[in-house]
């Protein structure tokens, strides 16, 4: 039984803990031009050269005006989507402080430049249809021996009508984190818009994290595909049956990704096709390794409903993509191709163009009997298509530099950053920044005693602010996003918990007075017509907080979960508002604290007094 709700109010920004938090207003940026060209403005007075970085332009300087002092360039004109960006200050690559839009990444930070307007009917924008909403879930994993995460896509009528639902899981790529289906792929609103134009089966979708490795702290690729495997079959497909409302038959089953996500969608389905009858590969393919899948081609064809590969003629991996579906073809396997060259490679535009082609074929098998029985031959070679080697991941993926590494109470963060003069470590655990110590490969650390706690934190190198490249977690604020440090033992963290709690739920709502916003809550599982009270958490958002913050930086709701859990507090509705709320319990300003961990302290101490 969960025994209490987390809600945040729908529009309103959560702002807290500025102490060494930037606030001053930003140059808007990009600005995308009537004409379809971007212009890119950067404002840093400390450097000597910038580039932008951006997928469909690539690397291009900047120059520096010399009447409003902005670093700006324009560029295109580009095709109307979403695109990756960022900036290169003195060979650092550097997040647009601009941009609220970020890709969740293991290794490199972006922005996202959304070129949609206001309004647009583009399938990946809001648009005045019924909204599904997104969960973020946490569930022990037998297989990993600790805690993973995964994001669930729940359709709109979900909350209202009690009936099953067939499920796609659907994983991202090499680096990526559970949330890129979500925040780059934007599953939701194609999803809502196709479903309510009837272009889709209303369905659940479940975003799995791809990397257990990184968990585990494995560095073996070939046994982190059989653990991603048994993780998927033994411990989140079970976990996705018993908390939602599913069908549990193999034809209401299906499995996609793309690049290393594709691999492993293909890899889990063709050798669990007991589980799964739809199957989709974006840029990817997998083994050719598996006799009683290509050996039996008959049987295989008869339980398999959709195989479908799609894959860009310029992305590195078509060549291999390609011999691969040729295979399929010579083994006599049917496979629907989809080929594009429009979509600079191996990139994310392809990704949803692939993901918006499949979804109206998933859990229709009128569609997708059709798509297999139309289905082409694979192109013919022509023996300049790129391949994927050893060599090819090795440059796109090098070694990382770790940080930040925790032993025990010690904390080390590395920057890498050759041409650096000065690296500073910055955060809410140092009284003022500390220098670090660069060492001959141009790698500079220093290490640091914490207590367990959870810390914002950020490097100024050469005057320059950056988050740390290699730390995943990012601080959702508002301008310059700095990285967050969970230490070990943290008193509210996921591998404290001992209950089961309920997921956090990201909502996109039409407000009475017609704007579209989002609101974070949890998912209420407590008896019918309970009375609970409820505490408001008032945010700033002069400080820069998104609605994310007291969620992914104060952990609220673990706090609460934890509390209630130990019989310390009384079950409770949290709403984080903009303003006061005059039904509420009791009050926090969050503003009033100087750093996180004293909003923890002081939400903690809050709810223990109303037991």
């Known amino acids: 039984m969960k025994p209490y709700i987390f809600l945040f109010s729908a529009t309103l920004l959560c ?79 550097v997040m647009d402080p601009a941009s609220d839009e970020w890709f969740p990444n293991e290794g490199f930070k972006n922005s996202l430049l959304d070129m949609n307007a206001p309004g647009s009917t583009a399938l990946t924008s809001v648009q005045n249809v019924p909204h599904g909403c997104v969960d973020y879930i946490h569930y022990y994993s037998e297989a990993l021996g600790t805690y993973n995460n995964a994001v669930v896509y729940l359709p709109a009528s979900y909350l209202q009508e009690a009936r099953n639902y067939p499920v796609f899981y659907l994983i991202s790529g090499t680096t990526d984190t559970e949330e890129v289906y979500y925040k780059v792929g934007r599953i939701n609103n194609i999803l809502d818009n196709m479903i309510a ?33 048994r993780d998927l079959t033994e411990s989140l497909i079970p976990y996705i049956e018993s908390h939602y409302r599913t069908y549990t038959n193999q034809v209401d089953r299906a499995i996609g990704g793309f690049s290393r996500g594709g691999n492993q969608a293909l890899l889990n389905g063709l050798t669990h096709l007991d589980k799964f009858a739809y199957m989709c590969a974006y840029s990817s393919f997998t083994t050719t390794d598996l006799p009683a899948v290509y050996g039996n081609a008959q049987e295989t064809n008869r339980q398999v409903r959709l195989l479908w590969s799609g894959v860009g003629t310029d992305d590195f991996l078509y060549g291999t993509a ?36 499949t979804l109206p074929l998933l859990f229709r098998p009128d569609r997708s009997g059709r798509a297999m029985a139309e289905a082409q031959p694979t192109r013919p070679a022509s023996g300049q298509e790129p391949q994927f080697t050893p060599g090819v991941m090795a440059r796109l993926f090098p070694r990382p530099v770790l940080s930040p590494e925790c032993h025990g109470d010690t904390v080390t963060f590395r920057l890498q950053a050759p041409q650096a003069l000065e690296v500073l470590l910055e955060g809410e655990m140092l009284d003022q920044p500390h220098r670090m110590e660069r060492d001959s490969a141009g790698i500079w650390t220093l290490t640091l005693s914490l207590k367990p706690e959870v810390y914002c934190y950020n490097f100024i190198v050469d005057s320059t602010r950056v988050c740390d490249p290699q730390n995943v977690d990012l601080a959702p604020e508002r301008g310059f996003k700095r990285s967050i440090l969970n230490m070990p033992g943290a008193a509210w963290s996921v591998n404290a918990m001992h209950c089961d709690y309920a997921p956090v739920r990201y909502m996109i709502e039409h407000l009475p007075n017609g704007p579209i916003s989002r609101s974070i809550s949890f998912r209420p599982n407590v008896q019918a017509g309970a009375i609970m009270q409820t505490v408001c958490l008032v945010g700033d958002p002069d400080a820069g907080y998104t609605y994310e913050s007291w969620h ?18 009384r079950p409770c509705i949290l709403k984080l508002t903009e303003q006061p709320l005059p039904d509420a319990k009791m009050t926090l300003h969050a503003a009033n604290y100087a750093t996180w961990a004293e909003a923890r302290q002081a939400l903690a101490d809050s709810l223990m007094l109303m037991k």
Request: glycine share 8%; charged share 20%; aromatic share 10%.
């Open 15 to 93: 702002g807290a803990c500025t102490s060494d938090k930037d606030t001053a207003p930003q140059d808007p940026t990009p600005v995308v031009n009537p004409d379809g060209t971007v212009t890119f403005n950067y404002r840093n007075d400390h450097a000597t050269q910038v580039e932008v970085d951006v997928q469909f332009a690539g690397k291009q300087a900047m120059h520096r005006d010399s009447l409003s002092g902005l670093w700006t360039v324009t560029l295109g004109p580009a095709a109307t989507d979403i695109y990756p960006y960022h900036y290169v200050v003195d060979g650092l690559s």
């Open 322 to 357: 390609r011999d691969y579906t040729a295979f399929l073809d010579e083994q006599g396997i049917r496979c629907v191709k989809v080929y594009t060259d429009d979509k600079y490679g191996h990139t994310w535009m392809n990704a949803r163009y692939f993901l918006t082609q």
């Open 552 to 569: 992914k930086i104060a952990h609220a709701n673990l706090i609460a979960e934890q509390l209630v859990a130990q019989g310390r507090c």
């Open 197 to 229: 134009h009837g272009e889709a089966e209303q369905m659940i979708v479940v975003l799995p994290y791809g990397n257990p490795a990184r968990l585990t702290g494995s560095a073996d690729m070939i046994g982190q595909m059989d653990l991603f495997g």
